[in-house]
């Protein structure tokens, strides 16, 4: 018996050409090298006999499966995106896309950038827009105060820099 889980919020239909281009060669990727390759070592392990028994068959169309699913979501999620490509009118506020320069109370800056919940890498300094802090930052200028909600507390920045690639 499988449990029920809810299905995933897809969260904003927006996306940067560079994160677009990541899913496109992600769909590549599993559509074109790794799915066929699983294949092959589905239909050796079939030919080997007693399927039942056959660890490698299960855990080869387990790997199908899991391949198949993520190749309907990337396929549905790609048409359903819209790439914005284009610099706002008023590059002097933070939009969907820009790099923000942030300094906290204490002096620390850090920098992110403005993406589609698909694009979501906080080690590349990357968050969704509909994470609590870029919903702050939208529409923002420069040197302008912006409080956010957190998890420990409510946090005060300071926007230093906007940059658009």
Known sequence: MSRYRPPRTAGTALITPEGEARLRAELHELWHVRRPQVTQSVSE?????????????TYGKKMLREIDSRVRFLTKRLESLKVVDSRPADPNKVYFG??????NDNGDETRY????????DLKLGLIS??????????????????????????????????DYP
């Open 45 to 57: 392990a079939a030919a080997q006999g007693d399927r039942s028994e056959n660890a490698e068959y």
């Open 98 to 103: 820009a790099w923000v320069t942030l300094e």
């Open 113 to 120: 950038r403005i993406v589609g919940p698909d694009e979501l």
């Open 129 to 162: 827009i509909d994470s609590p802090l870029a919903r702050a930052l939208i529409g923002k200028a420069l040197d302008a105060e912006v409080r956010v909600q957190a998890p420990g507390g409510e946090q005060t920045f300071y926007i230093t820099a906007i």
